[in-house]
């Protein structure tokens, strides 16, 4: 399949015009209260709620690229209230309470980058939706009705997930061969450049400092030390995601996985008949190498999922650009669930990186000897993590005790992942496995595939 564009970061900026112009990198050494590494959804959004609750606050944001380089710009645009999570691995630090709070803040964060967006003036396409799940074979029938049970037996509102059978499921999306699925309302589509970059606009105004095109070559207490000049601050918040492992000392932290788009040209009217999406819901379908898709404010479909899964020694892309090979294989997922796209034109293609703890567990904390704070981790899921992370993070760094600061995700901390080429070898088997068994269950595999257990085993997923 031939694309019209390749990279460019991400189609969101085309849909926005352009690329924005980088702010002026920071002249030399300053001095100030709270220095942000990184100036994407989890920096803005802390400096944002730390400037409200404490004008008087010097903040500063540094920025190897532009606000909004990274995965706040290249994203699904997936506004859902989930987060990348085990509920076994946290119930060994928490109660069940815990993690119903976990789950009910999570949820809370729709509602309120949405009310933030209102309140900023920011227009970033936001549509209040479902999200739908839906599965095709029978294996992935019984992962979706194990899923849908799961969600409801912790969630604080289980009314909010709701079980389809494959009438009602085709009834909101005309899926090919589909079985079955299942919703959670409450949930948001989202065109992730203009949040981000109304967000940015927004921490500008408040007096925040954003320095652009400035690499950071080491964070200390205390320090944060770029090519442009030494950041004094008392408290430094790390707010990298899958750019984390380019910083020395932080190289296995995080795991950079790879994640990859494609965007039809705008549909027809009578397309869109023939397909349904009335409803402009959140699609992803529960494959093991599972997809995620919208329907975009001008008529595109917009369809992501795993391409190359990661680049040795947790390399990234240069600008967005993907393969032409995953290129293809999104567009096979596309025409396979909604053949009646096989004749659209794809206008874009891109990619870019998500970060990954070794127990796929998203967390944020704050090191009280070091001042030294961080976020992230968000597996995919951060268009709504990185709001409660900002908040989290506020909280922690006012010295304030609340209900956030003791929610079971804030400082817990997991072993790094191992060294090169153990990595990329965990890496890059955990998904031929689940190609694999994608394979043998769309074959006609009743149950979900053991080789699915052993590529979680392998790599803690």
């Known amino acids: 399949m031939q694309v019209k564009r390749n990279g460019g970061i991400s189609f969101w900026y085309a849909d926005m015009g352009a690329i924005p112009t980088p702010c002026p990198p920071l002249a030399g050494d300053i001095e100030a209260d709270v220095a942000i590494v990184g100036a994407g959804y989890t920096g803005l959004w802390t400096a944002y709620y730390l400037k409200k609750a404490k004008p008087s606050l010097r903040i500063v944001l540094i920025e190897r690229e532009f606000a909004g380089f990274g995965a706040s710009g290249r994203n699904g645009g997936w506004l859902s209230g989930g987060f990348g999570w085990s509920r076994e691995k946290f119930l060994k630090n928490s109660t069940r309470q815990g993690i119903t709070a976990m789950q009910k803040a999570m949820a809370g964060c729709v509602d309120e980058v949405i009310r933030v967006a209102a309140e900023e003036g920011i227009d970033a396409d936001i549509r209040r939706t479902d999200n739908l799940t839906v599965a095709t074979n029978p294996a992935q029938l019984e992962r979706v009705r194990e899923e849908c049970e799961t969600i409801r037996s912790w969630d604080a509102d289980p009314e909010r997930i709701e079980l389809l059978d494959a009438d009602t499921t085709r009834a909101r999306i005309n899926i090919n061969n589909v079985m079955g699925g299942f919703v959670i309302h409450g949930q948001a589509r989202v065109q992730p450049a203009k949040l981000v970059r109304g967000l940015a606009a927004a921490v500008e105004r408040l007096g925040v400092s954003i320095y652009e095109k400035t690499t950071v070559t080491a964070i200390a207490k205390g320090s944060v030390t770029t090519d442009r000049g030494t950041v004094r601050a008392e408290t430094i918040i790390r707010a990298t995601e899958g750019f984390t492992a380019g910083i020395p000392g932080e190289e296995r932290t995080w795991l ?93 293609a891109w990619c870019g990186v998500l970060g990954v703890p070794r127990d796929w567990c998203t967390t944020v904390g704050l090191d009280p000897r070091t001042r030294i704070g961080w976020a992230g981790g968000y597996v995919g899921l951060g268009v709504s993590s990185s709001n409660l ?73």
Do not use: F
């Open 256 to 348: 950079a996985l790879n994640s990859a788009q494609i965007v039809t040209e705008p549909l027809s009217e009578e397309l869109w008949r023939k397909i349904g999406w009335e409803g402009h819901e959140l699609l992803g379908n529960a494959a093991h190498a599972y997809c995620y898709a919208q329907r975009t404010r001008e008529g595109r479909i917009t369809m992501g999922g795993r391409g190359v899964p990661y680049r040795y020694g947790s390399r990234t892309d240069v600008n967005g650009q993907t393969q032409q090979a995953t290129i293809d294989q999104l567009h096979t997922i596309l025409t396979t669930l909604l053949p009646q796209t096989a004749g659209c034109r794809i206008d874009h």
């Open 389 to 461: 992370s900002g908040r989290t993070l506020t909280d922690l760094v006012l010295g304030q005790d609340t209900e956030l600061t003791r929610l079971p995700w804030v400082n817990r901390k997991v072993r790094p992942w191992e060294p090169e080429p153990l990595r990329w070898l965990g890496a890059h088997s955990m998904y031929q496995l689940y190609r694999i068994a994608d394979q043998r269950e769309a074959a006609g595999l009743a149950h979900t595939s053991k080789l699915a257990a052993l590529a979680d085993s392998l790599t803690g997923h």
